[in-house]
């Protein structure tokens, strides 16, 4: 079975600081990985995915991941943050037809 | 296509009750999916439908829920004899799918049904 493991709970950083948010995978196969962000009282919201073509995936927003598979990680980064991204992200894995969600990082951003 | 829609988004009520939820999804859409998400946790996946088939259910999903989705557009999940557990937020959303039961898909999510369980 695919998994998704987010190695931190929460992260708190400066505005126009860097943002590193972590995540391992576990498959069997080339995975298809997706970064999904939901603010509060918003819905769940694509930021990006991985389909095995380039290994940097750019997504919405100036996020951007690096999908490598000799460390089965695929860490969602942002050079600066802005207030705008304090909200939770998850990352995700397609197993099938549907998605395997992680426990999700709050991103908290200070002024 | 104003996107993923779903109705009550709140809904209260008392232990034992049935409740229903529904939810419309985008038109051109043939996917459609049920999570289940709890404070502070990643959504869970309940179920999902391509067209009126359901491909998938998770062992989370009890006899006391069941979803439809009989003509291939919106679906309904309902919960019946509610518990307190049953609390959380009930997310749908939809996809173009490949054929067979594989892809990649890119899942378009609603505003979820949040349910409180007295």
């Known amino acids: 079975a695919q998994s998704v493991t987010q190695l931190d709970s929460h992260v708190s950083v400066s505005e126009g600081t860097p943002v590193l948010l972590r995540c391992n995978y576990s498959s069997s196969y080339s995975p298809s990985l997706f970064w999904y962000v939901q603010h509060p009282n918003k819905g769940l919201q694509l930021l990006l995915k991985?389909?095995?073509?380039?290994?940097l995936v750019k997504g919405i927003n100036g996020f951007e991941a690096e999908f490598k598979k000799s460390e089965t990680s695929f860490h969602l980064t942002k050079p600066s943050a802005h207030m705008s991204d304090a909200a939770e992200y998850f990352c995700v894995v397609s197993e099938g037809g549907k998605l395997i969600f992680g426990q999700g990082t709050e991103l908290s951003v200070k002024p | 296509d104003t996107g993923v829609s779903q109705n009550p988004r709140h809904k209260i009520t008392k232990r034992g009750q049935n409740v229903t939820f529904r939810c419309d999804p985008i038109?051109?859409?043939?996917?459609l999916y049920w999570y289940r998400q709890t404070l502070g946790q990643g959504p869970e996946f309940l179920t999902y439908f391509q067209n009126e088939a359901q491909l998938e259910k998770s062992r989370l999903l009890s006899d006391r829920f069941s979803a439809e989705r009989p003509k291939g557009s919106f679906s309904t999940l309902e919960i019946q004899r509610t518990e307190q557990g049953d609390s959380a937020m009930y997310l749908c959303a939809s996809s173009r799918g490949t054929g067979g039961r594989t892809g990649a898909n890119v899942l378009t999510f609603g505003a979820g049904s949040r349910l409180t369980v007295l």
């Open positions: 991985y389909t095995s073509a380039a290994t």
């Open positions: 038109s051109e859409h043939n996917r």
